[in-house]
């Protein structure tokens, strides 16, 4: 009898964030942060944020992270934004990325907010 294949494991949570960052670059996203919020017992492990020009590039990068992510196995808990563009919110539960305008981060300032948060190397090609 031949072993049944076994379907591959669902990447960790640091591999999700790196994944997601290279997804955005691909699509020419940028301003690219990374923060580590497990020190501060919040609801998500990490935040990956990035930011994109307009708001078909907006959908674009957030279209690119979901499919980068479901390739390697992770599927988004919850999408929220994808229809208004302004703001996309991916919760993969122990990560959670953001992909903003840049006018519309500009105001949230998330990335600000949680300045307490160690920033992660994201691991990406310096030529990219």
């Known amino acids: 009898m031949t072993p049944r294949p076994r ?3 669902a ?3 640091l591999e999700i964030v790196r994944r997601a960052a290279d997804a955005a670059l691909s699509k020419k996203a940028h301003d690219l942060v990374a923060l580590d919020l497990r020190d501060f017992g919040s609801v998500s492990d990490y935040f990956f944020i990035c930011s994109a020009s307009s708001d078909v590039q907006v959908k674009a990068v957030a279209e690119a992270i979901e499919e980068r992510l479901r390739e390697a196995g992770a599927r988004p ?16 539960v122990d990560v959670v990325a953001h992909v903003f305008h840049q006018k519309t981060r500009e105001y949230y300032m998330l990335d600000r907010l949680w300045g307490d948060a160690r920033s992660v190397d994201l691991d990406l090609d310096p030529t990219d």
């Open 7 to 9: 379907a591959a494991a």
């Open 77 to 92: 808990w919850h999408v929220e934004g994808l229809e208004g563009r302004r703001w996309v919110v991916l919760d993969y």
């Open 11 to 13: 990447p960790g949570a």
